[in-house]
């Protein structure tokens, strides 16, 4: 759903991220929140499209383009690696499971993603019968 793809000199720390569904999923899933090390093919994000909330801030350092930065994957690509620093299981049954979430990390948990990697979320759902909306908020460090 929503791929970030840090420069090879500097790290990002995660500090939230969530997402939001308009209806439960046709079948039970996962949502994701992990660091690989293999790209997958995604929209890119124009430099405009990644927020810096920091008034006085620069623009981001991440990497852009189709497998970079970006959202709505269209091939993930052969993982041969990887952390997952977050998970939800999503329930198909209507009330089972919440249609939101949000998770922020307190400042001795806040995941540091690598140089050079891929920091993802991954929905995996048998069916695409849902609208996903899905946010990280994170900070560039190096």
């Known amino acids: 759903m929503l791929q970030l793809a840090t420069p090879s000199t500097r790290m990002i720390q995660i500090l939230e ?10 079948a039970d899933g996962v949502v994701e929140l992990l660091q ?13 499209g990644v927020i810096n909330l920091d008034p006085n801030g ?8 189709t497998s970079a930065t970006g959202y709505t994957a269209t091939v993930e690509g052969s993982t041969t690696a990887a952390r997952v620093f977050d998970a939800v299981s ?10 939101s979430y949000v998770r922020t990390f307190m400042p001795d948990d806040r995941p540091i993603v690598a140089v050079s990697k891929f920091l993802r979320v991954r929905a995996t759902t048998p069916t695409t019968a849902s609208d996903m909306r899905t ?5 560039e460090v190096g």
């Open 17 to 26: 991220w969530g997402f939001s569904l308009d209806d439960p999923p046709g």
């Open 36 to 48: 690989t090390d293999v790209a997958a093919t995604v929209t890119a994000h124009v430099n405009s």
């Open 58 to 65: 620069t623009n981001t350092l991440l990497t852009l383009g």
């Open 90 to 99: 999503l329930s198909s049954v209507s009330g089972e499971s919440g249609l």
């Open 135 to 139: 946010f990280i908020t994170f900070t």
